[in-house]
């Protein structure tokens, strides 16, 4: 297979008309990217979403990723997702350089909007919601609280 790397989230500079792929959100073909205010001025926070469903029915495109890499580390086959992707979010901070230093050009439009530098957070869930989402919602109403907390996925 060709190796890819995925669909990387873009951002534009719209006063001096240039649009900018960011690999700092990691590249995942996130659909929907919505700013949360971060109510502090050196971070930006950043809900990420897109293809949170099942993979299945690709059975060629899985075949020959285990044609050519072989097992997991855990020695068990690749298998398409069910039921993975948890809410994400990411935490950039302002100022500074993929490596964490502060940026040098303070005009430097990523460093200074967050984007160079930050994590994604996944919302864990405790091992009791191990059933699958949807038997864990249906039952439940708008507005109730889900036990977890977000952790560092890179």
Not at 24 to 46: A, P, R
Not at 73 to 94: H, L
Request: aromatic letters at 12%.
């Amino acid at each position: 297979g060709k190796e890819f790397v995925g669909i990387s989230a873009h951002v534009q500079d719209l006063e001096n008309h240039v649009d900018y792929a960011i690999g700092s959100v990691t590249n995942s073909g996130f659909e929907k990217i919505v700013e949360i205010n971060s109510q502090h001025k050196d971070y930006i926070m950043l809900a990420v979403s897109g293809y949170n469903g099942d993979f299945s029915g690709f059975t060629a495109e899985l075949d020959a990723r285990i044609a050519e890499y072989g097992n997991r580390p855990d020695g068990q086959p690749y298998v398409w997702t069910k039921n993975i992707c948890p809410a994400r979010i990411y935490v950039g901070v302002k100022g500074k350089m993929e490596d964490g230093s502060m940026a040098v050009d303070e005009d430097d439009f990523l460093a200074k909007n967050g984007l160079r530098y930050g994590k994604l957070f996944g919302f864990a869930v405790p091992p009791e919601m191990t059933m699958t989402r949807d038997e864990y919602h249906k039952p439940r109403a708008n507005g109730e609280m889900v036990a977890g907390k977000f952790v560092a996925i890179n």
